[in-house]
């Protein structure tokens, strides 16, 4: 099945610099990687998605790359704040249809410090 | 519209009870997770259902059982608990693609002693 790398699991950076999380995956099947954040004590919540036929996107201070030969994808914040402080989660998605496998990677703790 | 909600947020239990988390949601999504969250080690997809009467199996399945009661309801069961269930758990529905984003619920933090 799919297994999905993240690195770091901690980041921590001061306010305003730039921060980038880094995930790998196994499947070539892969066609969808969304990234989640969450904030203490509360539900995952989606920030951005990148679909394998797109390179980068890019939402406001916010972008994820996607490299397919390499098999692997990146979150990057630019201009951080303090509520950028969470957990983030990188995904792999696979499948077709109705239903699609999403796997995990394992989190990065990021912390903005002011 | 509430989204995806689970019920209980807390339960503390006994090695070797039983005991069902509860998830619905008001999407109308066909297809819907459940996840444990452990220290370390992301979301791990125990159980999933591609729509209303199907279910299978995930990352974790052992110690667990589910139910898709119709399209909005989805239950995890788990028969005889033991410590290393503790957990946070979080159910989760899935839009249809695109973007096929997942609305995961509030989480239920599960302690067995």
């Known amino acids: 099945g799919e297994n999905v790398e993240q690195h770091p699991s901690t980041l921590s950076v001061q306010e305003g610099d730039s921060a980038v999380i880094k995930c790998t995956y196994s499947?070539?099947?892969?066609?969808?990687f969304p990234w989640y954040k969450q904030e203490l004590g509360k539900r995952p919540q989606l920030i951005i998605d990148?679909?394998?036929?797109?390179g980068e996107k890019k939402d406001q201070r916010i972008a994820v790359t996607l490299n397919k030969t390499a098999k692997h994808f990146s979150l990057h914040i630019t201009e951080t704040q303090p509520e950028d402080s969470a957990v983030y989660f990188c995904?792999?998605?696979?499948?077709?249809?109705?239903?699609?496998?999403?796997?995990f990677g394992t989190g990065t703790k990021l912390q903005v410090i002011p | 519209n509430a989204g995806v909600t689970q019920t209980p947020k807390f339960q503390v239990l006994k090695t070797g009870q039983s005991m069902t988390l509860q998830c619905a949601q008001d999407m109308n999504h066909n297809s819907m997770y459940w996840y444990r969250q452990d220290p370390g080690m992301g979301l791990r997809l125990i159980y999933y259902s591609a729509s209303e009467g199907t279910t299978d199996k995930g990352e974790v399945p052992n110690g667990y059982n589910v139910s898709r009661l119709n399209k909005r309801e989805f239950s995890l069961r788990l028969e005889s608990a033991a410590p290393s269930q503790t957990s946070v758990y979080f159910c989760?529905?899935?839009?249809?693609?695109?973007?096929?984003?997942?609305?995961f619920g509030e989480g239920s933090r599960l302690t067995v002693l």
């Open positions: 499947d070539s099947a892969s066609n969808y």
């Open positions: 990148i679909r394998s036929n797109v």
């Open positions: 989760a529905s899935r839009a249809p693609e695109p973007p096929g984003e997942l609305f």
């Open positions: 995904a792999a998605s696979t499948g077709a249809g109705g239903y699609q496998k999403v796997t």
